[in-house]
Each structure stands twice: as structure tokens, then as C-alpha cells.
């Protein structure tokens, strides 16, 4: 193997190639060649990772047999900490080695499958999606919209006795000229599909804010000791500032969660049946709504509120929830459906299914910032399914 082919393949191994490299790979895959060295080049990374690993064999019915190894595994290391943090950091290379595995069969096994077909590709691109992108609209108090996109640096507004400024990174910071003048006024920053922001509080509290996503709060939230509370809609992450005299309140579809000071993320949005709020640091109360149970969450687990059903908690891959924080698609055994309803909020696209939803499920982890193509081929390789790009439409067979 030349050293072109071992450095694309160490860079994706890595996640961090380019667009123009990863377009390389994937055309090595499709035409088969260096099968068996990258085979021999996975092996020696297994055998690195896990001593046992020796006994997996390269062949397509063994890759079930190590996926469903690997998930077993997972769930044995689902609690952080201590001596299991490190046995989860050593099985999420693991995945991260086997992940490429299966991308590496499931493309050479796809476009032989399809061969017979006279189909040259597992996924139809006519028009191709760029990436979302950092962008939000900003509601004032009196109605006024700003477009972030489009404005200059600097500052942005005054009221209620807060500058708002647009930062040289494109985050919004609101910063304190004084006593507020009106408690009441409150603003709304707000993403589009395909759009992102970060966000930074009066009170120094950190948000990130998803596509689809709202949050409604008071400018001068946190003044003078009063109450900090929020309205979101869709998904955020939060770096809250801890102050003993001011409670942190964040109020979401079908539930109400009550901070002092932690980090923790927050998914709510209306198409989902659930509610989930999982903790990184600290301590939060997660209330159902206007019921009086609650429950008290510790770092690395997750509470999931349902309409008519009470909170149930368990442990979870904090990295896997906040990883869109990180600007990546990582997956863990989850359906298409919920997959692409992640990746239709993200580009922007409308997805449609001509055979019904598949039962497939997706392990893998892949950059937001490729074009939608790249992402559909590699969600191809893993979960087996046909996509078909028109416009902003994908279909799914």
C-alpha cells in the first residue's frame, strides 16, 4: 500500500479529513482496492485496543457478530467513572475501529450488490446540501428582528439596561450596563433549520443552541438576584453560572428543570414524544410539568419525560448527547427515523420513505460539516439503505 492510501486512511481513522479525502476514500472503497491491507491495518488496530480481539474475522457475517459484541460491551460500561470511564474511553475506540469496518464492508458489499442492478450508487445526489451553519434571529422586547447572519460586529442593541453584542466568534453576549430597567422585556433568539448559535447570559451563563431550536429569557436576567428562567424550545446545551441567591429555572415541553450552577443539556423538540434532559456536572431537579414528582439527576444520566407517563432515568454516553455541541453527528444504535430527523434538522431537508421506515439501526460518528452527500453515503455503509437526493427532498428505500 503506498503511503498516499496509509495517510488518508490514519486521517480517517481520526476523523479529520477534508472534503476533497474523503471523497478519496470513498472512492477506493467503491472500487475495492487495498481491501486487504486496510483489513490487515484494522486488525493491528484491534489487537492495540483489546487483547481478545484477535478472533474477529473480516468477513461480512462476522461484522454482526462483532457489532453486537462491541453493543453488549457498551451496556456493561454504560457508568462512568473511575476504573469503567477508562474501560468506556477504550470500547469507544473500539466502535470508533469497528465503525470504520463496516463502512469499509458495507460499501464494497453495497456496490457489488448493486452491480446487477445497474445501479451505480447507494446514494442519488442531483443537488447537493451544504452544511448548517452559525446563524440566529434575535427578538427584542419591542419586536424589532436581527438577523445574526447579516450584522456587523459589535453591539447590537440596547434595553432593559444590557448591551447586546455581537462577539468577533459570532456569539451573542449580554453584558450589564446597571440596574435593569424593565424585568419584563424579554427576547428570543431563535435557529432556522441548518442554523446554530451560542449564546452568552447577562448572569455569564453559556448556551448553545441546535438547529430548530428557541430560547426566551429576560435581558437582564439575573440583575439584582432575580429569578433565572428560560423558555426553550428544541435543543440546547448550558453552562449555568452558579449564584446561591438565584435559582436557575428552564421551563420545556412537558417538564421544568431547577439548576444552581452545572452543565447540562436540554432536547425539546415538538416533533419528539420525549423530553430529555441529560446532566454533565452538578446537580438539576427534573419536574413533570405541573405534577409535584421530580427527580434529583447525577452526572452522566439522562431523564426522560413522556406525555402521560411519569420520569425515568437511567445512565447514558454524555458525549454521544452533547456531540452536536462539537459540531459531529455520533450515533449509538439508533433507528433511521430518529437519525434523520437529526440530519433533516441540520440541512434542512425533508425526508421521505417509499418502503416504510427501516428497522436498521446506526452506530457510527461522522463531522457536521461535510455536505449532505458525504453524510448519506456513510449512513449507507453502516444501516444498509438506499437514499435519492431531489431538492431539499430525501428519499429513503
Not at 8 to 27: I, R
Not at 251 to 266: A, D, M, P, Y
Not at 308 to 333: L, M, P
Not at 367 to 383: A, K, M, P, Y
Request: hydrophobic share 35%.
Amino acid at each position: 500500500m503506498n503511503r498516499r492510501v496509509v495517510a488518508l486512511f490514519t486521517k480517517y481513522y481520526y476523523d479529520c479529513c477534508s472534503q476533497d479525502e474523503l471523497d478519496e476514500v470513498f472512492d477506493i472503497l467503491r472500487k475495492g482496492e487495498y481491501a486487504e491491507e486496510w483489513s490487515s491495518m484494522l486488525r493491528q488496530e484491534a489487537q492495540l485496543l483489546e487483547h481478545d480481539t484477535s478472533e474477529v474475522e473480516m468477513s461480512q457475517k462476522e461484522v454482526h457478530m462483532l457489532k453486537s459484541r462491541i453493543l453488549r460491551s457498551l451496556k456493561r460500561v454504560s457508568v462512568i467513572g473511575g476504573e469503567q470511564g477508562n474501560n468506556v474511553w477504550r470500547w469507544r475506540r473500539i466502535v470508533r475501529a469497528a465503525s470504520i469496518l463496516f463502512f469499509a464492508m458495507g460499501v464494497g458489499y453495497f456496490y457489488s450488490h448493486m452491480a446487477g442492478r445497474n445501479n451505480p450508487s447507494a446514494t442519488a445526489v442531483k443537488q447537493d446540501m451544504s452544511p448548517g451553519k452559525k446563524a440566529a434571529t434575535l427578538t427584542l422586547g419591542n419586536g424589532q428582528k436581527i438577523l445574526l447572519n447579516d450584522a456587523s460586529k459589535g453591539e447590537l442593541a440596547r434595553e432593559s439596561g444590557v448591551e447586546i453584542i455581537k462577539a468577533e466568534d459570532g456569539q451573542i453576549i449580554y453584558k450589564s450596563t446597571g440596574k435593569a430597567q424593565d424585568a419584563n422585556t424579554t427576547n428570543t433568539l431563535s435557529t432556522q433549520r441548518g442554523e446554530t448559535c451560542q449564546l452568552t447570559l447577562p448572569d455569564g451563563t453559556k448556551v448553545w443552541l441546535n438547529a430548530a431550536s428557541s430560547l426566551t429569557y429576560a435581558p437582564a436576567m439575573g440583575v439584582n438576584h432575580t429569578l433565572r428562567k428560560v423558555k426553550l424550545d428544541g435543543e440546547a446545551y448550558f453552562e449555568v453560572v452558579k449564584k446561591s441567591k438565584s435559582r436557575f429555572v428552564v421551563e420545556s415541553k412537558l417538564q421544568e428543570v431547577t439548576v444552581l450552577g452545572t452543565h447540562f443539556n436540554i432536547s425539546s423538540y415538538n416533533d419528539e414524544e420525549t423530553v430529555r434532559t441529560t446532566l454533565l456536572e452538578g446537580k438539576v431537579e427534573v419536574k413533570r410539568g405541573e405534577l409535584t414528582n421530580s427527580v434529583i439527576l447525577k452526572p452522566n444520566q439522562l431523564a426522560i419525560v413522556k406525555d402521560s407517563e411519569g420520569i425515568k432515568v437511567q445512565y447514558t454516553d454524555v458525549e454521544t448527547i452533547i456531540a452536536w455541541k462539537n459540531n459531529e453527528f455520533r450515533f449509538e444504535e439508533q433507528t433511521i427515523e430518529d437519525v434523520m430527523k437529526t440530519i433533516s434538522r441540520w440541512y434542512d431537508v425533508e425526508v421521505i420513505y417509499l418502503n416504510g421506515k427501516p428497522a436498521e439501526k446506526i452506530i457510527g460518528t461522522i463531522s457536521r460539516s461535510h455536505n449532505l452527500s458525504t453524510v448519506l453515503q456513510f449512513l449507507s455503509s453502516l444501516g444498509g439503505v438506499d437514499f435519492k437526493v431531489e431538492g431539499r427532498k430525501v428519499y429513503i428505500s
